[in-house]
T-cell receptor
């Protein structure tokens, strides 16, 4: 079963706008990670946030984690056409042994 | 730097035929190794997980098996493919630290006809 569920399933924005994707999960976690997948390719790791962290930044990416609500968000600022991809959250459950469980993803389309 | 190679990239196999997908990792030792499957428009499903040679954990009951004959080699197999085995198969590795990102190969598209 899917541990993480992303929202929205699809998002279309204009270049330069910000994109926000949300992820909800069900069980307690050690950490939560976000990945990007270009169509037909492997996934690329973007950012990892531990359960005792609330916010993390990497370039134009900002991730927040609220363990009380079992939710996370990924914000991409000043989006570019090259950001067009699917974005997945993945959770490492407490005691899970680094076996990530992935959500169903958000398809982001950034239009010129 | 570490790299992961997965092959073949695409294959079309008839129902009932065998399958072998291979994956090797370079530039690291004692990695955790994973096989995931992604159905069209869906998230990833963890199939197999390995923490060392000969140590394989099967996450879901299925028509597939995995082997790890060497530290950095992971093989996904089937003796007889089913139509439902079609999908995008991804090999991945992570360090053996308790908290680590997972790094994916480029995937193998399998179509069973």
């Amino acid at each position: 079963s899917q541990q993480g569920e992303e929202d929205p399933q699809a998002l279309s924005i204009q270049e330069g706008e910000n994109a926000t994707m949300n992820c909800s999960y069900k069980t307690s976690i050690n950490n939560l990670q976000w990945y990007r997948q270009n169509s037909g390719r492997g996934l690329v790791h973007l950012i990892l946030i531990r359960s005792n962290e609330r916010e993390k930044h990497s370039g134009r990416l900002r991730v927040t984690l609220d363990t009380s609500k079992k939710s996370s968000s990924l914000l991409i600022t000043a989006s570019r056409a090259a950001d067009t991809a699917s974005y997945f959250c993945a959770t490492d459950r407490t005691g899970g042994g680094n076996k990530l469980t992935f959500g169903t993803g958000t398809q982001l389309k950034v239009e010129l | 730097s570490q790299t992961i190679h997965q092959w073949p990239a695409t294959l079309v196999q008839p129902v009932g035929s065998p399958l072998s997908l291979e994956c090797t990792v370079e530039g690291t030792s004692n990695p955790n190794l994973y096989w995931y499957r992604q159905a069209a428009g869906r998230g990833l499903q963890l199939l197999f997980y390995s923490v060392g040679i000969g140590q394989i954990s099967s996450e879901v009951p299925q028509n597939l098996s995995a082997s790890r004959p060497q530290d950095r080699q992971f093989i996904l197999s089937s003796k007889k493919l089913l139509l439902s085995d079609s999908g995008f198969y991804l090999c991945a590795w992570s360090s053996d630290r308790a908290v680590s990102p997972i790094y994916f190969g480029e995937g193998s598209w399998l179509t069973v006809v």
